[in-house]
């Protein structure tokens, strides 16, 4: 069984930035295509990015070139670090990990195991 905690949310400036993480129990994140996804309550859940078990890393149209996601092996851990965060970035962000699957890393229907997420704030 795959858990999964977050940490790193806050509340930041518009411009500002944050570093998530996800930490991993019950398998290696070496092993897992992992991803963060992003969600107001009552909206449909978003993808942000993702990166495979073979370390090729997906993101969502508005956070390439703002947001980078890596993972350390050694430490279980996914991170998504968040530059330039916009008012519209506040969310409550989720990690979901899966075994190696070949559909889409981004596709959050494809994830079984979900962390309990944390939220972001970014204030103008």
């Known amino acids: 069984q795959i858990t999964l905690v977050e940490s790193g949310g806050g509340s930041v400036e518009s411009g500002g930035s944050l570093r998530l993480s996800c930490v991993a129990s019950g398998l290696n994140v070496g092993r897992l295509d992992v991803g963060w996804f992003r969600q107001v309550p009552g909206k449909e859940r978003q993808g942000v990015s993702c990166i495979g078990a073979t370390r090729v890393t997906n993101y969502a149209d508005s956070m390439m070139g703002r947001f980078t996601i890596d993972r350390d092996s050694a430490k279980n851990t996914v991170y998504l670090q968040m530059n330039s965060l916009q008012a519209a970035d506040t969310r409550l962000y989720y990690c979901?990990?899966?075994?190696?699957?070949?559909?889409?890393?981004?596709?959050?229907?494809?994830?079984?195991?979900w962390g309990q997420g944390t939220q972001v704030t970014v204030s103008t």
């Open positions: 979901a990990a899966r075994p190696w699957d070949s559909a889409h890393c981004l596709d959050s229907n494809t994830y079984r195991a």
